[in-house]
Structure formats: structure tokens, C-alpha cells
């Protein structure tokens, strides 16, 4: 599985939109991207996950340019609540029984009034 | 439609005792992966159980093993504890038919061992 380098922290304000990006310098064909949330002493939670170009669902975005090499996650107008850890994960998501994930340790998001 | 269910939240246990930790796949869900999260890092992944096997497995000791029931919940043994597997539990599942990618977390279990 192809390891991953994020920003160990990242600070914004209310309303401001939030880029994390997320370096997986080597992605293999097969491998998707997937960004998880996590509050403290909570399971993470899915975000988004995409394979190339852009996703949008109704909490985020993920951008990925054509060479797969990084990805950014999108957060529009963030809020006091979408204080959390952020993981971008990179994988072969779709091979059977093969679905562990590999955690890094993550985004440390602080959104301040 | 309950999601992924832990018990016990919390467990307090003494180092060399055993504990048992159990899990609730989100209904539908048949595959149930554990992970182990210390302290200000990321979940590592311990093993994975589908149709009552252990397919995949985490660079874990043998003192960590688990079970996989009929109705597909699991459980997770770690004998001999040591106070380095205070940490939170975490249990996942998913649906392996129709190629589902998302893993659906549950809330954890705090093991703490003094």
C-alpha cells in the first residue's frame, strides 16, 4: 500500500474554506484515495474517496491531478465542528477480502471562532 | 438501522490478565476488521474476519486473536497484557459482496492496562 504525507496540523477560522492536501508519491493503478474524520475517542468516519479528476459529495471535495501523485480534500465554509483528525489513505480498495487501511497519522484540523 | 456497535465502552484490566472485546457489524455487513489506536496516531490495523476465517492479519503478536460468529459479529482476545495495549479498540465492517468500499467504524473501546 502506498504511503502517504499530510500537514501534521493545519489552522482556520469559521466560514473559511480549508484545503488539505495529501502527497502519495507511490499510488498504483488499482489504488483509490479515501480521506477519513475522526473526533477524539470516536471510529473514523468516511468522508470521500475518488480514483482521478474531481468528487464532490455533500460534505467535501476531493481534487486529484492527472498524475495521482497528491490529493487535497476541499472542507467549504468550515465550522467549529469539523475540528478533527483528517487521514488520507491510499489503496487497492476493490480486491476482495484485501480492505485493511493504513492510518498515518494524520491532519490535526483546528477551526477557530 | 443500528451502525456498528462496541462493548464495553471502557475496560480497566491488569497486566498478564485477558480481555475480550466484542463487536456488532453494521446490519448487512459481513466482514469485520480490528484496529488498535494508541494515544495521538493512527488506527493499525490488527486482522480482518470474513465467513468465520481470519483472511488478513497485522503485524500483531499471536497474544492478539479473534472470532467471527455465524451472525457475523466478532470478538477480540489479547491474553497477557501488557501495559502498551492501553489504547482505543476499534472495530469496522463492511459488506464484501457488490464490492463495497466503505468501511463503517463503531465507537471503540478505551482498554486501559495498569
Known amino acids: 500500500l502506498a504511503k502517504t504525507t499530510q500537514p501534521i496540523s493545519m489552522d482556520s477560522y469559521e466560514g473559511q474554506e480549508v484545503n488539505i492536501t495529501c502527497s502519495h508519491n507511490?499510488?498504483?493503478?488499482?489504488?483509490?484515495i479515501t480521506w477519513y474524520q475522526q473526533f477524539p475517542s470516536q471510529g473514523p468516519r468516511f468522508i470521500i474517496q475518488?480514483?482521478?479528476t474531481k468528487v464532490t459529495n455533500e460534505v467535501a471535495s476531493l481534487f486529484i491531478p492527472a498524475d495521482r501523485k497528491s490529493s487535497t480534500l476541499s472542507l467549504p465554509r468550515v465550522s467549529l465542528s469539523d475540528t478533527a483528525v483528517y487521514y488520507c489513505l491510499v489503496g487497492d480498495m476493490w480486491s476482495g477480502a484485501t480492505n485493511k487501511l493504513i492510518f498515518g497519522t494524520g491532519t490535526l484540523l483546528a477551526v477557530q471562532p | 438501522d443500528a451502525g456498528v456497535t462496541q462493548s464495553p465502552t471502557h475496560l480497566i484490566k491488569t497486566r498478564g490478565q485477558q480481555v475480550t472485546l466484542r463487536c456488532s457489524p453494521k446490519?448487512?455487513?459481513?466482514?469485520v476488521s480490528w484496529y488498535q489506536q494508541a494515544l495521538g496516531q493512527g488506527p493499525q490495523f490488527i486482522f480482518q474476519?470474513?465467513?468465520?476465517?481470519?483472511?488478513q492479519r497485522g503485524n500483531f503478536p499471536d497474544r492478539f486473536s479473534g472470532h467471527q460468529f455465524p451472525n457475523y459479529s466478532s470478538e477480540l482476545n489479547v491474553n497477557a497484557l501488557l501495559l502498551g495495549d492501553s489504547a482505543l479498540y476499534l472495530c469496522?465492517?463492511?459488506?464484501?459482496?457488490?464490492?463495497?468500499?466503505?468501511?463503517?467504524f463503531g465507537p471503540g473501546t478505551r482498554l486501559t492496562v495498569t
Open positions: 446490519s448487512g455487513h459481513d466482514t
Open positions: 507511490n499510488i498504483a493503478t488499482n489504488d483509490y
Open positions: 474476519y470474513y465467513e468465520e476465517e481470519e483472511r
Open positions: 469496522a465492517s463492511r459488506r464484501i459482496a457488490g464490492g463495497s468500499y466503505e468501511q463503517y
Open positions: 475518488g480514483y482521478k
